[in-house]
């Protein structure tokens, strides 16, 4: 009898044994998993700068487009009103004339 409890005892210390490493290396490997999870957000965190490029250089060469067709727009209504200005500037110094000298009335 005694013999068959050494034996169970020596089995349960062998199993505590073998539970305390499967525990080691679990914790290590969720360790290493975490370890892992962070060097990869630290070098994802460094590479959002070099993804972003693109898209802002795109963005940035749009907004030069736009601002060109806008300065375009701008000046081709800048030259019709002027047009217009000297087209009605005679019928306008002849209405003010008209209405200094009291001939409107």
């Known amino acids: 009898m005694e013999d068959v409890l050494k034996r169970l005892l020596n089995a349960e210390k062998g199993a505590e044994a ?8 679990r ?3 969720i ?15 460094k590479q959002v700068e070099a993804r972003r490029k ?6 940035e060469d749009g907004a030069h487009r736009r601002i060109a067709e806008l300065e375009t727009e701008s000046a081709a209504l800048q030259k019709k009103l002027r047009d217009q200005a000297t087209v009605n500037e005679p019928a306008a110094i002849r209405v003010a004339l008209n209405l200094i000298l009291g001939e409107g009335r």
């Open 27 to 29: 914790r290590k490997m």
């Open 31 to 45: 360790q290493d998993a975490l370890d892992e999870a962070r060097r990869l957000e630290e070098e994802f965190a």
């Open 54 to 59: 693109p898209f802002l250089a795109t963005a």
């Open 18 to 25: 073998r539970v305390e490493e499967a525990d080691g290396a």
